[in-house]
């Protein structure tokens, strides 16, 4: 990340007399109770079968899991999606994907934001979510605060961390290369209640007393473990064809559509949707394809 990047987001802190300051780079990896683990905590994270105890794991470098494909091309691809974002919002938003920041006085408390922007006097951040339309279920209406609860958690979280009044979540369903914007205001109840979670976990880890499994909150939903582990390289790429053909199935999804729309009073509107879904499944496709590229690059030096 460049340091003109950097000096912006430090002026924007100091502009908005943020209760954060940038941490040092190697607090990236041990980001100790972000926005991630505070959703965790608390059950939002509908991933987690005992978020406690893993999140304890995790604090104290006894977890071996280093991430999922679908989490790292999740990651690889919020800068694509934070264009969209900036152009649903009208709001001029910077990608920052490896920033930690940390409190100033409780320096356990962290964040990582996804997009910051500076508008009219205030800090307005933005979080990105990759999901399937398998999971539509956790995700209201477009325009709505009612996004999946992780991630309203996470935005509450990271409003706490910068100050700022709202948080938008942008959620990209790739199968049908749609997205989804919620805005979400601050509610300083729950940041409350967030803030004696992360200290109660947090004496934990300094004391080195495990938790119990579920002690500040239940997970929603569950699933299977996955047995054994694989390299990433073949996985990532894999993922990556995967999103590429979700998104042409897309494509003839739409273009179906608007053949049965033809001769009717919606067929306007179909064609429309039609062209608007191939241009962003070639921007996604166009997209992906530089990343791997790029990835197959770094690997070969």
Not at 63 to 80: M, N, V
Not at 92 to 100: K, L, Q, Y
Not at 238 to 252: M, Q, S
Request: proline share 5%; net charge negative; hydrophobic share 40%.
């Amino acid at each position: 990340m460049s340091d003109e990047k950097i000096l912006w987001l430090q002026q924007v802190l100091e502009a908005a007399d943020a209760p954060c300051d940038i941490a040092p780079g190697d607090w990236f990896s041990a980001r100790r109770v972000g926005a991630s683990t505070v959703a965790k905590l608390v059950g939002a994270n509908p991933f987690e079968r005992e978020p406690a105890l893993s999140c304890y794991e995790e604090a104290l470098g006894y977890s071996s899991f280093t991430g999922s494909p679908a989490a790292e091309w999740g990651k690889r691809l919020e800068p694509w999606l934070v264009r969209d974002l900036s152009e649903l919002t009208g709001l001029e938003f910077a990608h920052f994907g490896e920033v930690c920041l940390v409190h100033r006085e409780r320096d356990h408390e962290t964040s990582s934001p996804d997009a910051i922007a500076w508008h009219d006097g205030e800090i307005v951040g933005g979080e990105i979510k990759t999901t399937t339309m398998r999971r539509e279920a956790e995700w209201g209406p477009s325009g709505t605060e009612d996004c999946r609860q992780d991630a309203w958690v996470q935005s509450q979280w990271n409003m706490h961390l910068t100050g700022a009044g709202r948080w938008f979540v942008l959620a990209f369903f790739r199968d049908t290369c749609t997205n989804r914007l919620y805005e979400i205001p601050r509610d300083d109840v729950t940041i409350r209640s967030l803030r004696h979670v992360a200290k109660s976990f947090w004496s934990h880890v300094e004391r080195r007393v495990p938790p119990h499994p579920t002690q500040w909150g239940a997970p929603q939903h569950e699933r299977k473990a996955k047995a054994g582990r694989v390299s990433w390289k073949p996985v990532a790429e894999a993922y990556a064809e995967r999103i590429r053909l979700d998104a042409a199935a897309a494509v003839k999804v739409a273009e179906a559509l608007a053949a049965e729309a033809k001769g009717t009073a919606h067929e306007q509107t179909m064609l429309a949707a039609a062209e608007e879904t191939k241009r962003r499944a070639r921007g996604v496709t166009d997209y992906l394809a530089a990343v791997v590229e790029d990835n197959r690059a770094a690997v070969e030096d």
